[in-house]
């Protein structure tokens, strides 16, 4: 089973400011990966397949990148609405896993 | 727009059988996979399985044991069912569309039901 791990755990962040959250796979998932947004109460949200591909309606200061084991998910200036849970999975391998979340709250 | 609802009871009894359904509205089941994910309180999401509309299978290998899947067609509904549960089984679970064969993220998700297992 590949492991997906998050970091940081919990990041800090202004509003208007640049964040930059990572995930790291245990082994090589190619650009198989995918971003999640998850707000309290609700399901998750597809942002971002592929590693880079924005999902319909997701805006574009959101962007996705790297391959192999290495990625990130970069909000380019923060909204109030963007302070949420992000999840990464991948869907190179079965089973299908997730990181365990970073929370990116308001600084 | 495709929706997801899942439905059961909320609070299952150690030993016993959980069973969900998920019903999909605003479209057809028919040639997608579908899938279970669930989520323990304060914690991250665990992949349970999927179903593709025809009712091949294939699950998660720590629950494989005690997972059961199965479609309705004609309903438009898939469901889950998790035998002998223990506290363990406890979370939120969400039922989602693969987005397609090969392409195995999910969107969309249902709003999930918490299901608690206690006595």
């Known amino acids: 089973e590949i492991v997906m791990t998050q970091s940081p755990a919990t990041l800090s962040v202004s509003p208007g400011e640049r964040a930059t959250l990572s995930c790291r796979a245990s082994q090589s998932v190619s650009s198989h990966l995918v971003w999640y947004q998850q707000k309290p109460g609700q399901a998750p949200r597809l942002l971002i397949y592929g590693a880079s591909t924005r999902a319909t309606g997701v805006p574009a200061r959101f962007s996705g990148s790297g391959s192999g084991t290495d990625f990130a998910l970069t909000i380019s200036s923060l909204q109030s609405e963007d302070f949420a849970l992000y999840y990464c999975q991948q869907y190179n391998n079965w089973p299908y896993t997730f990181g365990q979340g970073t929370k990116l709250e308001i600084k | 727009q495709v929706q997801l609802q899942e439905s059961g009871p909320g609070l299952v009894k150690p030993s016993e059988t959980l069973s969900l359904t998920c019903t999909v509205s605003?479209?057809?089941?028919?040639?997608?996979?579908w899938s279970w994910i669930r989520q323990p309180p304060g914690k991250g999401l665990e992949w349970i399985g999927y179903?593709?509309?025809?009712?091949?299978?294939n699950y998660s290998p720590s629950l494989k044991s005690r997972v059961t899947m199965s479609v309705d067609t004609s309903k438009n509904q898939f469901s889950l069912k998790v035998s002998s549960v223990t506290a363990a089984d406890t979370a939120i679970y969400y039922c989602?569309?693969?987005?397609?064969?090969?392409?195995?993220?999910?969107?969309?998700w249902g709003l999930g039901t918490l299901v608690t297992v206690s006595s």
């Open positions: 989602a569309r693969v987005a397609s064969d090969g392409n195995n993220w999910f969107d969309p």
């Open positions: 179903i593709y509309y025809s009712g091949s299978t």
């Open positions: 605003g479209g057809s089941i028919s040639n997608y996979y």
